[in-house]
Structures are given as C-alpha cells and as structure tokens.
C-alpha cells in the first residue's frame, strides 16, 4: 500500500547527540515536510521542500538539518543545538498541486525524548 | 500572514449531544481552510476542506463545518457525538491553491463521556 512511513517510532537520545528521523514516501509526492508538535501549541513547521535537492526553513528550523536527495526520502536532523528537542516529529507529504487544498498526507510520527 | 486560533484546548460532551470545536482564522487573501483529525500517537487526518465553493462542508464520520467569512470563523460540529469521535482537532489554512504550507492552529482535544 502507498503511503508514509517513518522510523523510528520512539527514540531516546543523551544531551549533545544528534539524532537522524527517516521519512520515506511511495506516493510519487513532490512535496514533503517535517512538523513539531508539542502540546498545547499545535503543529510548527521545521523544513520543508518542494522538489528534490531544494528545501525551504520553516518557522522553528534552528537545530535542525534536512537533505533531499531522492524524491521518496526527506530525513531530519536533530542537531545538538535544539535545545529542547523532546517532541513528537510528524513528517507530510504532497503534490504540489494538492498543498494549497491542504490535502497533506501524514506518517505516524516519530517520538524523541532526551535523557 | 495566515493563522488560525482554536478556541477551547479541550472540549468534554457527552455521548450523543452536539459536538462545537471553535475555529477563527486571520488571512489576507481569501483563505482555503482544513480541519484535520489526529487518534493518539498516530499521524493527522483530513476530515473536511473549505476551498472556496459552498460555504457549508460536510466531512467524513459525520462532521461538518460551515465558512462564515463575517465572522471569520470555520467552526467544526457534529449532532451526536459518538465514543470513536475522542481525538484531537486540528484546525488549519492555506493562502490558496498555490500555497506551499499550510498553518495549523494550536489543536482541541475532544473528550467524550459515556
């Protein structure tokens, strides 16, 4: 089945490690994005990118890093700069087309705690 | 820029009576607007849009929401609400159809009582 699917589920990470959250997508999706969700505040967006090898901050992208490399495939890095990087990491795919229609398609999300 | 305020962080009903989750939004150019769905530790859902056609939009499971541009506000209601309803809601917007984004509000976790 087509969809989204990110790894790990959870993860645990000492203070001053960085940390890499996969996202993959079988969908075809040109666009794809990476969310923070905390509670009470909602989903904030990190980075996002609309084509292979080009990407876009988002409104909290610092401690954070994103490659493009391959269309399917948009990982996140949790830097040792975040200084608060527990979360729960929601990545979302598009077309293009689709975006502005907010038909966005979500993966079950990655949980990161930091001991 | 576009946002969305949700109002309530948690609304309670019970089971059966009438669901309202609170949406209003602040955009510059005419807005399209979304609520979403999220079940606990899973990804979000779409449950109904708002893209500039009629104002009053039904979703899926029984939900609907109606775009009141007076009062700038896409509220989300149900008639009865049912157990499996229990979830957080996301309200979002995008500032059309050739947005790159979309802003979603801060989410209202609905609680259903038997």
């Known amino acids: 089945d087509g969809g989204i699917t990110q790894s790990p589920k959870y993860l645990f990470r000492k203070e001053g490690q960085n940390v890499t959250l996969s996202c993959e997508q079988n969908l075809n999706h040109d666009a794809m994005y990476w969310y923070r969700q905390d509670p009470g505040q909602g989903l904030r967006l990190i980075y996002y990118?609309?084509?292979?090898?080009?990407?876009q901050k988002g409104d909290i992208a610092e401690g954070y890093s994103v490659s493009r490399e391959k269309k399917e495939s948009f990982p996140l890095t949790v830097t040792s700069a975040q200084k608060n990087p527990t979360a729960f990491y929601l990545c979302?795919?598009?077309?293009?087309?689709?975006?502005?229609?907010?038909?966005?398609?979500f993966g079950e999300g990655s949980r990161l705690t930091v001991l | 820029a576009q946002s969305v305020t949700q109002l309530g962080s948690h609304v309670s009903v019970s089971e059966g009576a009438l669901v309202l989750l609170r949406c209003n939004y602040s955009s510059s150019v005419p807005p399209y607007l979304f609520w979403y769905v999220q079940y606990p530790n899973q990804g979000l859902q779409l449950l109904l849009k708002y893209t500039s056609a009629a104002t009053l939009v039904k979703g899926i499971n029984g939900f609907e929401a109606e775009f009141k541009k007076s009062e700038t506000s896409f509220h989300l209601t149900k008639p009865s609400a049912h157990m499996s309803d229990a979830a957080e809601y996301f309200c979002?917007?995008?500032?059309?159809?050739?947005?790159?984004?979309?802003?979603f509000g801060q989410g209202t976790r609905l609680t259903i009582n038997p």
């Open positions: 979002a917007v995008s500032d059309g159809q050739g947005a790159q984004k979309l802003v």
């Open positions: 979302a795919s598009s077309t293009r087309r689709q975006v502005g229609t907010g038909e966005l398609f």
């Open positions: 990118s609309q084509i292979v090898n080009d990407f």
